[in-house]
């Protein structure tokens, strides 16, 4: 029996930290390797882009003027005009994809069938689907060729030769299997929805627009949260359908960032390493405001539940 007045045996250290540090005791193996395989290259990556190096001989430290070229490199200013095209193109996918959704969440005949055709650009290589609408921007004998004779328009149209068209085209084809993800991450959404709060707004005689609005979207913010990451980091990483549909051309008006970077560091054009790093950094930098962005909504979100 404890003796009147003796304060009872200290905690040990371990009991008092163990729920805090439990956690980071599983967590450590995946922070170790991420540390090695994810921020170890980006910080090599970085300290590339300041040394000229072809990639197989001796790198020779030359500061930051890899940057400062990049700064008077018009093909840069292009690649990135066309980033941001890429990006605000690509948010179309969105409410397309939120909007198909909805007219594919109806207890209907045939409806299953008919959500297969939409999912099925999903499952597409991007390659594959980048070869089809290559043919179908064709000038000669295209479907675009086709469908524009068929309403009697004579004019023929070379949206992947036209250096003012031919980003908004591959945008396009990049779009078809991106609306498909967001229809998809949408419809797992509505499955969520909660039925009483449809039936007691309906009884309020709210409908249309109005349900939508205030009823169904809020419910939907997770997969909103979700599409709109994405979608803009795909945008803006953005390469295979520029590869396949035109590799950069004509004349480099339809690069990205991520294949201007290739064609300096890997290919036939440039073979340096430095100066494709140097503009990976960039790109880097500008995915990375946007990514502490949605870090910063995501925490505010946690806060206030």
């Known amino acids: 029996m404890q003796s009147i007045g003796k304060s009872p045996p200290k905690a040990s ?51 930051l003027d890899n940057y400062r070229e990049l700064y008077d490199d018009a093909d840069f200013y292009v690649a990135l005009k066309n980033n941001v095209i890429w ?9 397309i994809g939120l909007a198909i959704a909805l007219f ?8 299953r ?9 999903f499952v597409i290589s991007q ?20 469908t524009l004779h068929f309403f009697g328009i004579n004019d023929t149209v070379a949206v992947l030769s036209s250096e003012d068209w031919v980003t908004y085209g591959i945008v396009i084809a990049g779009l078809y299997p991106q609306i498909a993800y967001c229809m998809i991450l949408y419809l797992t959404g509505l499955n969520n929805v909660r039925a009483d709060l449809i039936e007691a707004a309906r009884l309020e005689g709210a409908k249309g627009w109005t349900m939508l609005w205030r009823i169904v979207l809020p419910q939907l913010r997770p ?9 803009v ?24 960032l991520a294949y201007y970077m290739y064609e300096k560091a890997l290919s036939e054009y440039g073979y340096r390493m430095g100066y494709g790093t140097a503009i990976a950094t960039i790109l880097f930098f500008v995915m990375l405001v946007y990514i502490v962005f949605i870090l910063r909504r995501i925490y505010q979100q946690e806060k206030d539940m």
């Open 233 to 256: 980091i795909g945008s803006l990483r953005s390469f295979d359908m520029i590869s396949i549909m035109t590799s950069g051309g004509p004349y480099g008006s339809s690069r990205v």
């Open 127 to 146: 390659v594959v689907i980048g070869l089809v609408f290559s043919w179908f921007y064709d000038p000669t004998n295209g479907l675009l060729f086709h």
């Open 223 to 231: 997969a909103t949260f979700i599409a709109l990451v994405v979608t």
């Open 104 to 111: 594919l969440n109806q207890n209907v005949f045939g409806i």
């Open 13 to 63: 250290w371990w009991s008092r930290r163990q729920l805090d540090i439990v956690p980071w005791i599983f967590l450590a193996p995946a922070i170790v390797v991420f540390a090695i395989y994810v921020i170890a290259p980006i910080f090599q990556s970085m300290s590339l882009s300041l040394y000229d190096w072809d990639g197989l001989g001796q790198p020779s430290y030359i500061g």
């Open 87 to 95: 990006l605000f193109g690509f948010l179309l996918a969105v409410p």
């Open 113 to 121: 069938a008919a959500k297969s055709m939409f999912f099925f650009p």
